[in-house]
């Protein structure tokens, strides 16, 4: 087999790729720097070979979860695919399906509620409506560009993501609160939660925003951030529903097992469960 070596120019055209195969932003900022990541590992001469794949893997064994590892490695297994060199390819990690979550990352609702009130006032309108916006319809943070003035006032906001589309309600409250910030900032058109410069906010604006209000509301800055808002919502609508199926649809998922992820509870609801078990004697 011939040595291939990497360079930046080709980086760049899988970005061009991924464009045109019409990824997320996201995703394809995800996917660049895991790129990036294992380009930076290769050794001066930037030649790939299956060697060194491999010593990449076990680079990065130490320095992350197994869930950000096998991220890491789908990333850096789909560019090689894209080179034609599959032969290059090294095996995810084989894990255990997680039946609880770490408390330390769970945001409760009460928490979610301390947020609300720490961010409540002219100050903070937009964050605490952009809050109760991701947490009160379960949408991905970079859906919600989606939210434009038109949409808001139907009720119902059509979005786009990972090619699919799907109709996400606005609940009457939530569109209540809507209509009136629209209305006392004037906004007539396009989407209404934007920037200074007049740009949807992003991820980084966001979690920014919210990492400063953590401490005013006395939540750990380690549960505070939107995603963690879409799983709030998937855990209270099936605590409530327990239907996984619907949840999926609402939630955008093509695979129900990853919605399954978003359900699971704290180990210590897990620990009380066993503990009324009451087998012990």
């Known amino acids: 087999m011939e040595n291939y070596k990497l360079t930046i120019n080709i980086i760049n055209n899988y970005k061009c790729y991924l464009m045109k195969e019409e990824r997320s932003e996201a995703t394809i900022a995800k996917y660049l720097r895991d790129i990036r990541a ?27 979860e197994s869930s950000s590892i ?6 850096v297994n789909g560019f090689l695919k894209f080179l034609g060199l599959d032969y290059c390819k090294v095996k995810k990690l084989k894990v255990q399906r ?18 609300l009130s720490a961010c409540s006032g002219n100050k903070h309108q937009r964050l605490n409506l952009i809050i109760q916006t991701i947490c009160g319809t379960g949408i991905r943070i970079s859906e919600l560009k989606h939210f434009t003035v038109q949409a808001v006032k139907s009720g119902k906001v059509q979005v786009h993501c990972k090619g699919k589309s799907r109709t996400v ?21 396009g989407s209404i939660f934007i920037t200074r410069g007049g740009k949807p906010v992003d991820r980084s604006n ?12 006395g939540v750990a800055a380690s549960k505070v951030f939107p995603h963690n808002l879409r799983h709030l919502f998937a855990r209270t609508y099936y605590q409530i529903k327990k239907d996984l199926g619907k949840l999926a649809d ?13 359900t699971i509870s704290t180990g210590k609801e ?12």
């Not at 001469?45 to 076990?58: F, M, S």
């Not at 897990?270 to 004697?281: A, D, F, R, S, T």
């Open 169 to 189: 309600f606005i609940p009457t409250q939530l569109r209540d609160k809507l209509l009136i910030y629209i209305s006392k900032k004037g906004i007539e058109s």
């Open 250 to 262: 609402i939630l955008g998922h093509s695979n129900i097992e990853t919605t399954r992820i978003y």
């Open 38 to 64: 294992f380009y930076n590992y290769l050794p001066d001469n930037k030649i790939v070979t299956k060697e060194i794949t491999i010593a990449y893997k076990t680079s990065i064994l130490d320095n992350y």
């Open 206 to 217: 966001i979690w920014t925003q919210m990492q400063k209000i953590c401490e005013i509301a």
């Open 270 to 281: 897990h620990e009380k469960q066993i503990e009324c078990l009451g087998l012990i004697i």
């Open 98 to 115: 997680q039946i609880y979550r770490e408390e330390s990352r769970e945001l409760t609702k009460e928490e979610y509620f301390a947020l």
């Open 70 to 75: 096998n991220s890491m490695l789908a990333a």
